[in-house]
């Protein structure tokens, strides 16, 4: 039926819209297909909320650095809450009060590029946060990438609450890119707020979301559970291989508990150098430095297991080796 109309569809394909709508009411966060708007991937999600807001961004630091691109290219002024393993809810207070943004970009669910999964006592933490401070928040989710072991409804434990279950304003985006394919270019946002959503509509009518590639997403719909779990089940055994071969060379790396990446801790600020020679041989990591700031994170490598376990191994050799030369030339 899609084809006999014009083809442009405010808000997206409605069977789109509502079956991301049921799974994130399934998912304990009650959902209309009203509040769904489709975008071209996550970042096409997070781009919409960015022009439909002004300010400051509080970003986690370190976060994805695809949302910190897109802050520098609008000149968007980035306030860095620093994130260890946990989220230090006190320090969040302190940064609100003085830097005062006005929208915060999170990723709770298996943050991008630590793996973490922010804890319900953590999110309580945030709770009515965004009608005291005023905040508009953001909750970016890769909560489809668990990687926590047990099977899936028996013995590992359940997630955490959506962001948008403590704190009613805030602004859920997610995405098929991590879960299906990236180059399937379907992002969502929900948003609670009316006007908000009259304003990420004219932008998608602005720049809108190929009809086609919403008609795919509404056909993997029915099948995505499936596909998620082959995909977590293949990631679970890419994370360990990788995380085994790199301990057998004596790197640190905690385990991310989901998501698509390991931040590797290299001993030393030498990720800028590493990177540069891995790049000959196809070792596709990202130093730490993009990633927030500079100083806190040289020590940091980014590297995904979206790869094979063996392309996975010959790359810990790589990296290995390379590390060898940089420390080398460094002592
Ligand atoms: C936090 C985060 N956001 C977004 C994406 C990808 O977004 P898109 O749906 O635009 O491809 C990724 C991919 O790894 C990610 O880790």
Redesign the pocket.
């Known amino acids: 039926p899609h084809l006999l109309g014009d083809g442009r569809l405010l808000g997206g394909v409605a069977e789109l819209r509502a079956g991301i709508a049921d799974r994130l009411t399934a998912d304990g966060l009650a959902t209309t297909r009203e509040q769904v708007i489709i975008t071209?991937?996550?970042?096409?999600?997070?781009s919409a909320m960015l022009d439909a807001t002004r300010g400051p961004v509080l970003v986690e630091d370190p976060t994805?650095h695809?949302?910190l691109r897109l802050l520098a290219s609008r000149s968007r002024r980035v306030v860095a809450w620093g994130r260890g393993p946990s989220w230090d809810v006190d320090a969040l207070h302190g940064v609100l009060r003085r830097e005062k943004p006005s929208v915060a970009y999170l990723?709770p669910d298996f943050?991008?590029p630590t793996g973490a999964l922010a804890g319900n006592p953590e999110r309580d933490g945030l709770a009515g946060l965004e009608r005291r401070v005023p905040l508009i928040v953001i909750d970016?989710t890769?909560r489809e990438l668990d990687l926590r072991d047990g099977d899936r409804n028996l013995d590992r434990p359940a997630m955490p609450r959506h962001l948008a279950e403590l704190l009613p304003d805030a602004v859920t985006i997610g995405?098929?890119?991590?879960i299906v394919w990236?180059g399937l270019?379907?992002?969502w946002v929900r948003a609670p707020q009316r006007a908000q959503r009259e304003s990420l509509r004219r932008f998608t009518d602005v720049q809108p979301v190929p009809v086609f590639e919403q008609l795919i997403a509404t056909e993997l719909l029915p099948h995505l559970d499936e596909i998620i779990a082959t995909r977590t089940g293949r990631l679970r055994v890419q994370r360990d291989a990788l995380l085994a071969g790199l301990r057998g060379h004596g790197l640190q790396v905690v385990t991310p508990p989901g998501?698509?990446?390991a931040w590797v801790d290299l001993g030393a600020p030498v990720a800028d150098e590493l990177v540069a020679r891995l790049a000959p041989h196809g070792v596709l990591a990202a130093p730490g430095r993009e990633f927030g700031s500079a100083h806190r994170h040289a020590r940091f490598l980014r590297v995904p297991f979206t790869s094979d376990v063996g392309v996975l191994a010959q790359a810990t050799e790589r990296i290995a080796r390379e590390l060898e030369v940089v420390r080398r030339r460094k002592a």
């Open positions: 071209n991937g996550a970042m096409g999600a997070l994805y695809v949302a990723i943050h991008n970016e890769l995405g098929f890119s991590k990236s270019r379907i992002g998501g698509l990446v």
